[in-house]
């Protein structure tokens, strides 16, 4: 802000008019990226930070928000070594089943979160859904949604570019605050995630994690992918496949479930639907941490 600005209060009106903007638009809340030294600024505007690097700040102007989706997350059940492995599964393939099962079989509770924004191929809704259904045998798996707060166009938005190219340093880092904020609440003591040598992103989203989850007292374990035929399943390979019309020969790549729904032709032209709004279909929006 230019200094002869300073002290009239200018902020406070563009923050009440945008949250007044924000209401008339259907939103009820509204996120804030600043710098770190003007935190005390915004805190007295009503804004609450959520996570912070040396470089951005992520702030919210609702009270409590992340500690309520915390706390929506955190389940009585989980004791002893906590883990957390986060996916899109758009859609969930074999892929996805094998890194569950090997995570799980790691600790005593896995959280499972299924990446809640509605920007992919397959409605959020029905990932998790399908998600519910073919890990429902996993005893020791819980599973949960990302919400706003976690690889989300607020924390991540880079992720959420059909360019697969390098994530931006300043997000990946963003979101990675992000959740060691919430491993803290929740105990979570590991992280998993599939090798991944197709996607840019998550690469690049997995080596800042390599890097900066050991700090926070947090392991991160990476999984090798499921192939077939020397091929790592794929989602996008999944997606490719439904989109030419053949998608009766995903079958041997998904779980019941999925068949199940992709089955349903009312499903399928919902999918082609989505795929045409979002881009190509292999550019769909995923975060694969095995099995894209």
Not at 33 to 50: C, D, H, I, M, W
Not at 127 to 136: H, I, P
Request: glycine share 8%; aromatic share 8%; hydrophobic share 40%.
């Amino acid at each position: 802000m230019r200094p002869d600005l300073q002290g009239t209060g200018l902020i406070a009106h563009l923050i009440t008019h945008l949250q007044q903007e924000a209401i008339s638009r259907g939103a009820n809340s509204l996120f804030l990226y600043t710098k770190p030294e003007n935190r005390r600024q915004f805190a007295e505007l009503g804004f609450s930070q959520v996570a912070g690097t040396e470089r951005v700040l992520l702030m919210e102007d609702r009270r409590g928000g992340f500690a309520a989706w915390a706390s929506d997350i955190q389940d009585a059940r989980a004791h002893g070594t906590i883990g957390c492995l986060a996916a899109n599964c758009d859609p969930m393939t074999l892929g996805h089943r094998y890194l569950i099962e090997r995570a799980a079989a790691q600790c005593d509770t896995l959280y499972l979160l299924v990446v809640s924004e509605d920007r992919s191929a397959v409605p959020a809704a029905h990932r998790r859904l399908m998600v519910e259904q073919a890990a429902g045998d996993l005893d020791n798996v819980i599973v949960a949604g990302t919400g706003r707060y976690l690889i989300s166009s607020a924390s991540f938005p880079d992720y959420f570019l059909k360019e697969k190219t390098e994530a931006g340093t300043v997000w990946c880092g963003l979101d990675i605050a992000v959740f060691c904020r919430l491993a803290e609440v929740l105990g979570i003591s590991r992280r998993f995630v599939g090798t991944e040598p197709l996607c840019p992103v998550t690469a690049a989203y997995n080596r800042a994690m390599a890097e900066a989850l050991p700090r926070a007292g947090v392991e991160l374990v990476e999984i090798p992918r499921l192939e077939r035929n020397g091929v790592p399943i794929s989602a996008t390979a999944v997606r490719g496949l439904i989109a030419a019309g053949r998608w009766r020969e995903i079958r041997p790549l998904v779980p019941g479930a999925v068949y199940d729904y992709f089955s349903n032709e009312e499903n399928r032209s919902l999918f082609l639907r989505r795929c045409s709004d979002f881009g190509k279909t292999g550019q769909i929006i995923t975060q694969e941490t095995g099995g894209r």
